[in-house]
């Protein structure tokens, strides 16, 4: 490493003036670096508050055309659509994943009208949103199944795909589904969709807020810890990464994001490909609740926005997306 010493080097003199600052700044933050989500529930005209997401709203597809636009005209490249589903629509295998008329697809074909390949859409690939117990798979005599799951998975994501989605995102962290869900898109003439594997997610506290979002916080039985990584590992991850890049995946995604700094980094350094950050819910509604409070500044998201990028993350899906001004 080459360095220099006090009194010749006064790393003080480059901090002087902002625009000096600015000169000798390594990292930035632009809106191509965001991913908005965006909460949707059934009626029309609605725009509803999520009690522990504040600033978070759960849209009707009617109300999608100005947050959408807000996004395009900003210069964010995608958006990523989650269901708030009717509990009536509910049940142990979430068939209402596979509806052509679910609200997820109603999103992707209204946006896709509205703005074209203005900007993209990606859509989580698990049953969670949609299931009676919460689970990201089938759930039977207690376990969670792995390969029974992949077959509704394989056909949630073909029909995203043939909706319009452009980017489909696997969130259910059962083996094997990256590889299954590439060879069904190829074989359904679907080879120009991408897939997001969320190769690196965590069983995680910070994902409360969500569940309160999509309405799968209270049906939720126990937890996801048979499926979802041990927080408590680093090296996992690369083995997760490297299958989901043998199966397909040409993006990964670490979840959650400021916890996991040194995953995204350890991803990102050992396989040079394109990792994705997601700033999860409870991230999202600490830094809120603490800037609501006077607790911090808001300067405090940028700040944790920039730190993802210091990680070495090519982007962050992050509730903040469409509230920051750069
Ligand atoms: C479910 C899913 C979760 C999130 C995105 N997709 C929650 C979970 O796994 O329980 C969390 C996102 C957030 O907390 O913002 N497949």
Redesign the pocket.
Known sequence: MITGKYPNLRLRRSRKYAWSRRLVQENSLSYSDFIL?IFLIEGKNKKESIKTMPNVFRYSIDRLYSVVNKAVKKGIPMVALFPYTNPKYKNQNGSEALNPNNLVCKGIKFIKKKFGNKIGIMC?V?L?PYTSHGH?GLLKNKKILNDETLEILTKQAILQAKMGCDVIAP??MMDGRIGKIRKALDKNNLNDVQILSYAV?FSSS??G???DAVGSKKLLKGD?ETY?MDFRNSDESLREVSLDIKEGADMIMV?PGMPYLDIIKKVKDTFKIPVFA?Q???EYSLIMNGINKKLIDKKSIKESLISFKRAGASCIVTYFADQIDL
């Open positions: 989500p989580d698990a969670d990201d969130s259910d997610k910070f994902y807020p969500f569940r996801k979802q979840k997601y999860v819910s409870g």
